[in-house]
């Protein structure tokens, strides 16, 4: 099994940027795929992405689209999320996840069955208006 930390978070001015990184330990990260969720204070974590073992194909949340980029290096043992012009309203807890099956990344915050195998602490991500 992995373990996953993510790092980068921090205070960013509305309109920034930051790019947000996902490390794994474990020999066995490329036969997971990765996804990204965020949890803003007071609501449900929500999916961001989801990215294959591969990092060939990424699924985006429809209201994801456009401003957010995965990219994953399994060289590196690591996934990556690129957020643009950011908004005070995505200020919260953003997470990476990883599961052998990508559906269940996908499906990890409709459906109360299907849980991710692992999950990282989390990094905050705070943005000002």
């Known amino acids: 099994q992995v373990q996953l930390v993510e790092s980068g978070g921090g205070l960013v001015q509305a309109g920034g940027s930051l790019r947000l990184s996902c490390a794994a330990s474990?020999?066995?990260?490329?036969?997971?795929?990765v996804g990204w969720f965020r949890q803003a204070p007071g609501k449900e974590r929500e999916l961001i992405a989801a990215?294959?073992?591969?990092?060939?194909?990424?699924y985006y949340a429809d209201s994801m689209k456009g401003r957010f980029t995965v990219s994953r290096d399994n060289a590196k043992n690591a996934v990556y999320l690129q957020i643009n012009d950011l908004k005070p309203e995505e200020t919260g807890v953003y997470y990476c996840?990883?599961?052998?099956?990508?559906?269940?990344?996908?499906?990890?915050?409709?459906?109360?069955?299907?849980?991710?195998?692992?999950w990282g602490q989390g990094t905050l991500v705070t943005v000002s208006s």
């Open positions: 990215t294959i073992k591969s990092g060939s194909s990424t």
């Open positions: 474990g020999r066995t990260f490329s036969s997971y795929a």
């Open positions: 996840a990883a599961d052998p099956i990508v559906h269940t990344l996908v499906v990890a915050t409709t459906d109360q069955d299907r849980d991710p195998e692992v």
